[in-house]
């Protein structure tokens, strides 16, 4: 099954971009900071269940329109907009050849009767908080991995409900009866090998990974099967013949050390399940890194003026997504991909904090020109753009200060607030800026700020 990693970056590379997590916090602890330096590691054993929600977007497409029950079913990008790949499939489609990643077309021909179906954001936070609240039913200590992904610590909760094991049956038996969903679970004393054992479980059953069988369940799996472990460290890790996990748990750090350096150490714990991680409880709020929009254009934009647009609008949801969080942040920065499908971006600093569009777009307009159109007219060719806000803040509104940008600012936010009154009440599409919304509907993108579609989304997403 795959991983929620996996998804968001299949959903980015579609433009369409995936919630990060659907409940009421941004939990989100799972880190190599906090997994080796923990400032206490876990006293006595842990029980960790990693939940995975199975086929999650296929299945609630099915949920949806139960005549799709039984076919095979792949929920995907818009073709017409450039973002025609498979982003998730059915269990019937998977073992039709069906593959996450694939194009449209190509999993036509391994699959003649796929039924292709679009996204439906509002229908994935739905489910999703439906099954986190049965969850926390049974722990406050509930993390999410991606919308479809959660880790539990149900250490505390045994003497209400049973070991580790009865947990996660009951958990699954709940999900299944009150949403139509399943999910498959991983037990073990660490989130590390409870997500392995959630990856290796079948639809609706449960691994649990203990002391007497990790060896034989874990040890033989690949190396990409790990947490961070990526295709550069992987081919490193192949070049000194170490192929799967068990053979990384095996090697001897000092020497790992001289080939692939300070990272040695943490690899091989993880590989040997020395995760002290907590799983974040129901009151842990992880603030986001950044925020940011981006999205593939449905044909390559050559104008500047063009390009202003397209950066509005994203402009337009990170400030919308800011604000909502209550976030401002000191740093723009703009990536373009242009028809060689390569990246290339930069960053600029503010001296004072931002979550306005004319700010952020204004900035990101000189970061585009500078790195990409000079400032001319006509441009190279851009295929995707992207614009995130980082080096967050959630101390209080500026007071009117000696500078003229800090003033500007407070206009900025003044009529930031005015425009999200009205959207709330009326709508997106009846006050806006840099202008109509015929333009943005032309280059394929939803106005409605609580949709995600053309959108790669960074930790969260606002109620």
């Known amino acids: 099954m795959s991983s929620g990693l996996l998804t968001d970056l299949l959903f980015y590379a579609a433009g369409l971009g995936k919630l990060r997590t659907a409940g009421n916090n941004v939990n989100m602890t799972f880190g190599w900071k906090a997994m080796f330096n923990a400032v206490e590691k876990a006293k006595g054993e842990r029980v960790i269940l990693h939940c995975d ?15 799709l029950r039984g076919k095979c079913v792949a929920v995907c990008g818009n073709p017409a907009l450039r973002k025609g790949i498979v982003l998730a499939k059915s269990e019937t489609a998977k073992k039709m050849g069906v593959k996450t990643g694939m194009a449209i077309w190509q999993a036509q021909q391994v699959c003649p009767d796929l039924v292709v179906v679009g996204t439906d954001y509002a229908a994935y936070t739905r489910y999703s908080k439906q099954v986190q609240n049965i969850y926390y039913r049974f722990t406050n200590q509930v993390e999410s991995f991606g919308i479809d992904e959660c ?14 094991l009865s947990i996660a049956y009951q958990i699954c038996a709940a999900v299944k009866a009150e949403t139509g969903l399943t999910i498959s679970v991983g037990v073990a004393d660490n989130k590390t090998y409870a997500k392995l054992g959630s990856d290796l479980a079948a639809p609706d059953t449960v691994v649990a990974i203990t002391r007497d069988n990790y060896q034989r369940l874990i040890y033989p799996l690949p190396l990409n099967n790990l947490l961070f472990v990526g295709k550069k460290t992987q081919a490193l890790l192949q070049k000194l013949n170490v192929k799967t996990i068990g053979e990384l748990a095996n090697y001897d750090v000092a020497t790992l050390k001289t080939f692939i350096g300070i990272n040695a150490e943490k690899l091989v714990a993880a590989a040997r399940g020395a995760d002290y991680s907590p799983v974040a409880d129901y009151d842990t709020h992880e603030p986001p890194k950044s925020v940011g929009n981006g999205t593939t254009m449905p044909y390559d934009i050559t104008t500047r003026q063009e390009v202003g647009q397209v950066l509005y ?28 499908l390569l990246w290339t971006g930069a960053q600029q600093s503010l001296t004072t904090p931002t979550n306005t569009v004319p700010t952020i777009t204004n900035t990101a307009l000189a970061i585009f020109d500078e790195i990409w159109g000079k400032g001319q007219k006509n441009v190279t060719p851009v295929r995707a753009l992207r614009v995130a806000v980082s080096h967050l803040t959630d101390h209080a509104p500026m007071q009117v200060g000696l500078f003229a940008d800090d003033n500007a600012e407070i206009k900025n936010q003044a009529l930031a607030d005015v425009f999200d009154r009205v959207r709330s009440k009326y709508g997106t599409e009846q006050i806006m800026l840099g202008g109509t919304a015929d333009t943005y509907h032309h280059l394929g993108f939803k106005l409605d700020f609580y949709e995600c579609d053309a959108v790669h989304d960074d930790g969260f997403i606002p109620e």
Request: net charge positive.
């Open 151 to 164: 880790w539990l610590d149900v250490t505390g909760s045994r003497k209400l409900f049973g070991d580790g």
């Open 53 to 67: 929600l199975n086929n999650f977007f296929a299945s609630v497409a099915i949920k949806q329109e139960p005549r």
């Open 313 to 340: 609008l994203l402009a337009e949801k990170v400030a919308f997504r800011l604000r909502q969080a209550g976030y401002q942040g000191y740093t723009v920065t703009v990536s373009v991909k242009g028809t060689d």
